[in-house]
């Protein structure tokens, strides 16, 4: 899993208190994340490395099929 570390478009919202809603939804978002990752065990993180590595061959293999 990849976290984003932008999850608000500040700059595209006119709205204050939609900034903030976005920001302390997502915040405890990633709260709600680490706190899930720092408990799971080695298999999870292989099983995510290996799913990760499947992810960028395929798109790498698409990028090369788009330039041919």
Known sequence: M???RAFI????????????????TGARDIRE?????????ASFFEA????TREQIY????????ARA
């Open 48 to 51: 995510n490395r290996i799913r």
């Open 9 to 24: 478009a500040a700059a595209k919202i006119d709205d204050l208190s939609e900034i903030e809603r976005l920001f302390v």
């Open 2 to 4: 990849i976290l984003s």
């Open 33 to 41: 994340t680490e706190a899930r990752l720092a408990v799971a065990d």
């Open 58 to 65: 395929q798109v790498a293999e698409e990028i090369g099929r």
